[in-house]
């Protein structure tokens, strides 16, 4: 119980320094993939897939 407690803890303190804070979905997010992925995506975001319905729409314009 003391881990998960510590987990959520760090997830928080992860998204407190390089966010302003969680927004929705946010900590579900960084839950699944962890704390370590989430600040590699923040220093390399052009590593994050664009999700194909995006690029559509993107398209369109």
């Not at 962890?34 to 995506?41: D, H, K």
């Amino acid at each position: 119980m003391a881990f998960e407690a510590s987990k959520q803890d760090r997830i928080l303190h992860v998204l407190n320094r390089l966010a302003f804070g969680p927004r929705p979905g946010d900590f579900e997010h960084v839950s699944a993939t962890g704390p370590e992925r989430y600040v590699q995506e923040q220093l390399h975001p052009e590593s994050i897939a664009i999700p194909s319905d995006l690029t559509d729409r993107v398209n369109d314009l």
